[in-house]
């Protein structure tokens, strides 16, 4: 018996609101018996998903005359197993294995500040353009930063990687949208994310404390707008024996 999984997204119209839709399909083999004999059988399902494109639905968050900050929680747990990296490298990593990984791939690492690394490159393929930093914690690697600006089409660019977040572990636990007046269109929303302090921000989180974070817009005033995925895990401390203290 076999299992295969493949997947497409495309866009849909509806009402004048466009929606970014993604179907998981997948197929298997499965054994029918009637008592007598038995029969080998392929067994389909597929998911589908959509999400109104990200223009349209901060349009409708906000009035003309002020930015709109919403905010959602959920205690729902996440579907998905926690990451144990992101891009090809791995959380709780040494530099230097890291250093290899991205290497490896035919990219260029660096290290300018104490503790922070970066590569030019992802060290797995992603199937989009993304250069990488690393915060090491204690000599161990705790946050994974793929960091993405695009060409074009922020929005649906945005929403297909909400979507296959979403298929892989589930609703966020966290979201948070900040949209100032006169971002609807998506040439206004390039200039919006910008100069204009857009945005979006959802997360999953984990009771072993990993999170994975998507976000669009600057992580800080002086950085640059991009689409981020950040993949944390806290660092272990020491557990001290209280008798020798």
């Not at 709780?92 to 290290?111: F, Y």
């Not at 950040?230 to 401390?237: E, G, L, N, S």
Request: glycine share 10%.
């Amino acid at each position: 018996m076999g299992w295969s999984q493949s997947s497409e997204t495309w866009t849909a119209e509806c009402n004048g609101r466009t929606f970014i839709c993604s179907q998981l399909n997948s197929t298997s083999a499965g054994i029918v018996s009637n008592g007598q004999s038995a029969t080998t059988v392929a067994l389909n399902s597929s998911n589908v998903g959509c999400h109104e494109r990200l223009a349209d639905t901060a349009s409708s968050a906000h009035s003309s005359s002020a930015a709109a900050a919403t905010v959602a929680r959920s205690a729902a747990q996440p579907t998905g197993p926690a990451p144990t990296g992101g891009a090809g490298f791995e959380l709780g990593a040494e530099p230097g294995t890291e250093r290899q990984a991205c290497e490896a791939a035919g990219n260029t690492w660096g290290a300018p500040i104490k503790g922070r690394a970066t590569c030019s490159g992802p060290a797995a393929e992603l199937g989009f353009s993304a250069d990488v930093a690393i915060k090491f914690c204690s000599g161990k690697a705790c946050i994974i930063t793929i960091h993405h600006r695009p060409e074009s089409e922020w929005s649906g660019t945005f929403a297909e990687l909400k979507g296959k977040l979403v298929q892989k572990y589930g609703p966020p636990q966290e979201s948070e949208a900040v949209v100032p007046p006169g971002c609807r269109t998506e040439t206004e929303l390039v200039e919006c994310v910008t100069n204009r302090g857009v945005r979006l921000h959802f997360s999953w989180s984990w009771p072993t404390g990993e999170r994975v974070i998507l976000s669009l817009g600057k992580s800080e005033p002086e950085s640059d707008a991009a689409v981020r995925i950040d993949y944390t895990r806290p660092v272990r401390k020491v557990t001290a024996n209280s008798s020798a203290l």
